[in-house]
């Protein structure tokens, strides 16, 4: 899953076209017959692959076919704890590597000598040292031999001086140098002084020259990602080379960005670096600058080995009949893909988190955007979290062009995109303007030139300028929690739309999960695509969906608020308009009249297509004649509920009377027959009562407050009932005479005696 940063040791993983210099480079090194010491740079940014060319060089000298090939040394300071003394750490190193390879006794002795260098040059005691650390000499002086006077004369202490704290921190030093090791740094450096006969370092620096000087083959020293390290530490590796390591026969290959150094050592030396590097640095290279096609060739062979791995479905959003993928890649993803560590970056960590956005074969995400927003976050995290933390900014479609709230949207985001992408500005903003659509005219003008009608196309494609889709792109986690709906869920669903029974399970299903808005929501965002919702399905769709709405919980009450049920009716009519067909529109209503089980969801589905005043812009779903057959087939089911006494209890008894009166002519006066039966039984008076009590809402503009008020609607009542006074007489007689019946309707006997007579207007259908 994840893709290794590792260099190359092979030229057969050479990506980037490197081999040719690499090898020539090689031959270079090897064919250098100079005695003196050889300093060749490697310049490079960081990612450029310097390391992979280093160790392809290393890989011909060491498959040549020449006799005398050098001995190669790798010193690495970063594989080192104490990188304050990195002069005794490469020579540490050195000498062992020299005993490692061990070429020949010549090889063991200045291994030997060098690290007795290492130990003097490390450890030779100065008066600055001597001074910072002079409880560490004290116990140097009394293990090893060494007279105070001799101490004395190093760094200028009377011995008097020097006796008093010996009496009174003796003990206590000793302890403290043995836990520390003082003793043993003081034996090394006496112990290497009495090897080589109390010569100095100097005395030893020269046999080594001398040995060198006469060895046969060539020592290549190799010091890579000197940039890595702090300026001081970077100042060190040059002062070594130049001072204490310019050893004949040796050929020095360093590696680093030549940016990065000189800024490092102008801050070190406070000289120019450029002067002091020319001193040092005898061959200087730059490495190939990388074409950008090898850096794209490894990007799509690799993107398509995960995209390959991704349910089918991922497929179809990199169509070749589509421009998406091209613009979104060129507009701005391949600019952040300088070089194959910024890639391998990047993929690794896009196959990792692609693979927690689907379900079996379904995606949570356009994939195409995903690949966007996951570079924004890999590349420019504080741009990807103000993304993030401003959703509303980005998916929004409201438009006004003389708007201030519009002005302040452009300039909070022009704001985000200056200050938090940097170099990178141009090609983000571009690519925004393709992730998310609506913001191309605000970056422009101010004003979004898209409307909300364009959300059920981004819907559809999970584009990631979704208000539906938006979140999914940022918590990594596939929606299906609380409220919200996989697009795994949605999937599953609509994979039932050719059974009709299955469907209706699945639905209420949703009805018992409390997501049931949510899912009508989202289907509105797919009945234009046929491959979702077939026209061969329209039946097994519709019948269930008018068979939920009997089934739907209460809701809340208000003037603007869009009820589910009306979400119902919006999903079949965009399916009926997606044909146009009027007559297929008539036999699939017919049918569906006839074989649902609901009522009020057939007699609103019918009545929605009945035209009303300002409708004349509305294309028409039915021809006249047809509608008026099925507004009697509607009232033929009415009265059959009637009949069965079923229509007391329908939740919706007020509206379906409404339609009932409406087109009653249709048919000979039931209605009439109906009421009268019903208002002449106590009982069924009370459960016909009861459709027309009421909540009204009571707002206060002087502190924005508001109550909610139950009342009944007389109005509504008298469109039904002429004798309204000997209803009130028959509530008293209940009152008053039938306690077990009062108790059982007492709200709406005493709602009803209380409002008598006010001037209540309640008539909303």
Known sequence: MFLGDSPIIDERDDLLDRKNFSKHLGQAICNWKENESLVIALNGEWGIGKSSIINMAIADIQNSIREEKPTIVNFNPWIYSDLSNLTSNFFDELSKELKIQNDTLKDKQIAEKLKIYSDLLNLAPDKKTLKSNYDKLLIGVGLSGISLSTISSWIGIEISTMNHILLGLGVVLIFKELVQGALNRFYKFFDSKSKVNEVTAIDVKQQIFKELSSRSKKLVIIIDDIDRLTHGEIKEIFRLIKINADFPNTIYLLSFDKGVVEKNLDVALGIPSSTYMEKIVQVSFDVPEVQAGHIYKYFFDQLDRIISRLPKSAEKFFSEESTYWSNIFHSGIKYFFKNLRNVKRFLSSFEFTIFQMYKDDVLEVNPIDFIAIEALRVFVPDFYNFIRQNKELFISTRSDELSNKNNKRQEKLMEGIINLTGEHEEYITNMLKYLFPQLENVIERGSSSYGAEWITRWSSMLRVCSPIHFDSYF????????????QYELEMILKTVNKSTEFELSLNDFVQKEKIRNLLELFQNYTNDSSKFPTSCFKNVIVPLLNLIETLPPEEEGIAYLSTDMEVMRIIYQLLKRENNQDNNFSLLHEAIMESKSLYGVVRMISLQTPRENDINETKLLKEDDLLTLQELCVVKIEDSANTNALLHNENLLYILYRWKEWRTL???????????????????????????????????????????????????????????????????????????????????????????????????
């Not at 918590?475 to 996989?486: C, T």
């Open 667 to 765: 048919r000979s006066d039931n209605l009439t027959m109906f009421i009268d039966r019903v208002t002449s039984n106590d009982e069924f008076l009370l459960r016909f009562l009861e459709a027309f009590r009421s909540v009204g809402t009571t707002h206060y503009l002087s502190n924005y407050a508001s109550t909610k008020r139950i009342y009944f609607g007389f109005e509504a009542l008298s469109d039904f009932v002429n004798d309204i006074e000997t209803i009130k007489t028959t509530l008293i007689q209940i009152k008053e005479d039938n306690p077990s019946q009062y108790k059982e309707y007492q709200e709406i006997i005493d709602l009803f005696l209380k409002d008598y007579g006010k001037n209540n207007e309640f008539n909303p259908y």
């Open 475 to 486: 918590v990594y986690l596939p929606k299906g929690s609380n409220d919200k709906i996989s």
